[in-house]
């Protein structure tokens, strides 16, 4: 059923039906089921991240500008639903499935995920909980990172954790050089042993390498200050 409401766009109902297989398993769940978990998550709040950066848009449009109260109204509403989402999705993993763990690599792919989740409620929170966010985000990110010690360098997991932290880093640290060193550790990691690979590893690694490419490559050519639009997972 959680493949049905997938396919039919009922990313609410994915994630009930995937927290009801969570709540009747006493061990850690499938890869397949952490794959589904990944989509309908990332799926649940996609709508909202999508909304708040289309209504910052016109709000920095001066053709709008007598609009600018309202639309500071509406995308606090944005953002208040897409905190709620999240909340949620850093309950479900804090309080449901990180405890059933069985092995390092579970463990980054729910600590990843937590920062993950704080990270995206940062994209639209402002002061206080901005920071408390941010710090949350930097904590479990640095938990995955101890936890993946013990992975191969190719693993697709602390590949992804590497790519999603220097996005951390870049993106809400304001931090490029981090971003940059966080990046080309994993690339140069994943380059020295990946003659190693199988095929099934290389396919999954390579996807994240080439993302982690196209970031560092985009950083270290950044001038004059301008953003640039980076890619996680």
Known sequence: MARVADQSERYEDMVEFLEQIIDESTEDVSMDVKNLLSVGFKNLISAQRSAYKTVQA????????????????????????????????????????????????????????????????????????????????????????????????????KLGLALNFSVFHYELKNDSSMACKIAEEALNGARDEIDSMDNDEARDALSIIELLKENLDLWKEEEGGEDNAVEDL
Do not use: H, W
């Open 58 to 157: 016109i709000e920095q449009n001066k053709k709008y500008s007598e609009y600018s109260g309202d639309c500071a109204e509406y995308k606090e509403k944005i953002s208040q639903e897409l905190g709620k989402n999240c909340g949620r999705v850093i309950e479900i993993i804090k309080s449901k499935s990180l405890s059933k763990a069985s092995d390092d690599e579970a463990k980054v792919f729910y600590l990843k995920m937590i920062g993950d989740y704080f990270r995206y409620t940062a994209e639209t929170a402002t002061g206080s909980k901005l920071e408390e966010v941010t710090e949350s985000a930097k904590s479990y990110y640095e938990q995955a990172t101890e936890a993946a010690k013990t992975l191969k360098p190719y693993n697709s997991n």
